[in-house]
């Protein structure tokens, strides 16, 4: 039996300033390092002993792995950072005050871009490739995503890095977004695809999964 730990990164900025943000790369708030320190412990208090950790390319999520490893005393561990469990790219919305575009285009159309499985949000007119990606080979950065997108480009990672660990035995813990998680969770806990918009991941709240041997969820717990 393995076990997977799901962990949102701590408050970022955006967060705290109710801005979409997608691919925009922000940092922790002093609230969000405190986040991560607290998810740590929570996870420190169950003794796992992990094989790897799994991150995005963005800050807010690596800062909150070490500070997540630190108070684990696992350091020491791989981690891997993909662009594939980035968060979900919000396009033309990112960099925008919530509030403002709600009251630009109304809050039911804006739930419908935050919270559907297949809605696009309005897309960037170009991006320009950041160096970050460039090992993933180019035009890797999406003009924008709805959370179906997301999910399938998040998948790949799940059956190539992440379930082959689990079935050798190795405890694996994933520090993400909030979008990538609850694409993950819709696959692990087979959440329909219109019940996917009432699935919430908390900032700095772990999420342990137990697994048997063929990865049959045996046990889910918030920690």
Do not use: C
């Amino acid at each position: 039996m393995a076990t997977l730990v799901v962990l949102r990164h701590g408050e970022s900025t955006a967060n705290r300033d109710n801005i979409f943000t997608g691919w925009n790369d922000v940092p922790l708030t002093a609230k969000g390092r405190q986040q991560a320190a607290k998810a740590g412990q929570l996870v420190a208090e169950t003794h796992l002993q992990f094989g790897r950790l799994h991150t995005s390319m963005l800050q807010r999520a690596i800062v909150t792995s070490n500070i997540v490893l630190e108070r684990l005393d696992q350091l020491f561990i791989p981690v891997e950072k993909s662009w594939r469990l980035n968060e979900r790219h919000y396009g033309a919305l990112r960099g925008q005050n919530k509030d403002a575009v709600k009251a630009a285009v109304g809050e039911r159309q804006v739930k419908i871009w935050r919270r559907s499985f297949e809605t696009v949000p309005p897309l960037l007119d170009h991006v320009t490739q950041d160096r970050r990606y460039d090992k993933f080979g180019p035009h890797i950065e999406p003009r924008g995503e709805s959370l179906e997108m997301a999910y399938h480009r998040l998948m790949p990672y799940w059956t190539d890095e992440i379930a082959p660990r689990l079935l050798d035995g190795q405890n694996q813990l994933v520090v993400a977004h909030g979008s990538t998680l609850r694409a993950l969770i819709k696959y692990l806990d087979d959440v329909p695809d219109e019940q996917i918009s009432q699935v919430e991941v908390a900032n700095g709240e772990p999420i342990r999964y137990d697994f048997d041997d063929r990865l049959r969820i045996q046990n889910k717990i918030v920690l």
